[in-house]
């Protein structure tokens, strides 16, 4: 009996011990498999760091850029490319649909959408496209984008416009258009003073640049045309012309390789650039360039295209002559010890 009981008492002091050290064993292996963990962390938040300190321009991870378009002049084929791109250089393009088809944005609108394009970081980096006015981010206290844009020679796109309306364009042929049928050129459209064809409507890419002051909206109005150009230079990364929108492109592609590598490539090749053309455009006569010519809405539209042509030819120039032009640090003291 006595031996009996013994023996069973010894083999569970026996077993708890072998379960202890093997308990003690399993929780050291653990342990040492957790700091493994944290120091493979640790490794990669330095290498995320380093990685993050090296990139040369902007952060291209949290860029955001803004292109308020201007309709009708080759936004269409410019915007053809960035979604043709998204994939493949990993960034987002978001249209920006404001309904009623207006170019002015309410405060409380311009306020969420400011807000909402900072903080949605799920998104960036992206490009924002919509038909509006220049928006100040700076103003809702949030850092300011990079917007870009494209102009046209003021007369081209109002005609270009006048004859999209009737006959469409090659993008999309089977589209009617709300002139449809309206077979008026553009001549007797402006001989006739057919409201349509009344110059303040050409009153269009200065507002685009000037933004949501109320004397942007004005007609001729200098001071609209004063501040759009200050916007051009100081809150445009890149304003183009529709008619060197290849070079656009390309300087698009040299400034910002982290979204647009490849574009200038894809746009030669995918005959982006005769994407959309209006089908039917006659010249206009003499006499209807005279009229026109001769109104003050004409005269400063042009003097903004012709102002933004020679900041673009500028900036094109300078491109040129410094071809891998280097920016660097020198003479930084005090030395490190
Ligand atoms: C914008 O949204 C409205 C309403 O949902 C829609 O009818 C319209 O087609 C949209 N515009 C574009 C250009 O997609
Ligand atoms: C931005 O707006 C979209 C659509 O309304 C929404 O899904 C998204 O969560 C918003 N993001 C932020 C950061 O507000
Ligand atoms: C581009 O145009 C050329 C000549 O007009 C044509 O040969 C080629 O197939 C076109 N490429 C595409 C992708 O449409
Ligand atoms: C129209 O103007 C151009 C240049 O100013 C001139 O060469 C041409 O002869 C003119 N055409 C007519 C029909 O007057």
Not at 101 to 119: E, G, M, P, W
Request: aromatic share 12%; proline share 5%; charged share 25%.
């Amino acid at each position: 009996m006595l031996i009996i009981k013994k023996i069973p008492r010894l083999t569970y002091l026996l077993l708890l011990l072998v379960v202890f050290g093997f308990l003690a064993i399993l929780y050291q292996s653990q342990i040492a498999k957790i700091q493994e963990k944290i120091h493979a962390i640790e490794k990669h938040q330095e290498h995320i760091d380093a990685s993050l300190r090296e990139k040369p321009l902007l952060k291209v991870e949290d860029l955001i850029l803004i292109y308020n378009r201007v309709p009708k002049t080759g936004s269409t084929s410019f915007v053809g490319v960035a979604y043709d791109l998204c994939k493949k250089n990993k960034f987002h393009v978001l249209h920006v649909n404001i309904s009623a088809n207006s170019h002015t944005i309410t405060l409380d609108n311009q306020l969420k959408f400011v807000q909402n394009v900072t903080n949605w970081n799920s998104m960036k980096p992206a490009l924002y496209h919509g038909h509006f006015a220049f928006i100040d981010f700076s103003k809702f206290g949030a850092p300011k984008p990079l917007f870009i844009n494209l102009i046209r020679r003021p007369l081209d796109r109002f005609i270009s416009y006048y004859y999209f309306l009737r006959y469409g364009d090659n993008f999309r042929p089977y589209l009617v258009r709300k002139k449809h049928g309206n077979t008026m050129t553009f001549d007797e459209c402006v001989m006739q003073q057919v409201p349509e064809c009344d110059p303040n409507n050409m009153w269009l890419q200065i507002p685009f640049f000037c933004g949501h002051a109320a004397n942007c909206r004005k007609p001729g109005n200098k001071w609209a045309l004063n501040e759009a150009k200050k916007n051009l230079i100081t809150n445009y990364f890149l304003v183009g012309v529709t008619e060197e929108l290849e070079d656009f492109v390309q300087i698009l592609e040299q400034s910002l390789p982290g979204i647009f590598e490849g574009a200038t490539d894809h746009f030669r090749r995918s005959n982006k650039s005769h994407l959309r053309r209006t089908v039917q455009k006659d010249a206009p006569k003499n006499a209807t360039l005279e009229k026109i010519r001769s109104s003050q809405v004409w005269q400063m539209e042009n003097e903004f295209y012709e102002f933004a042509l020679e900041q673009f030819h500028f900036v094109k120039k300078i491109f040129s002559k410094n071809k891998g032009q280097v920016v660097m640090y020198e003479k930084i003291r005090p030395k490190p010890a």
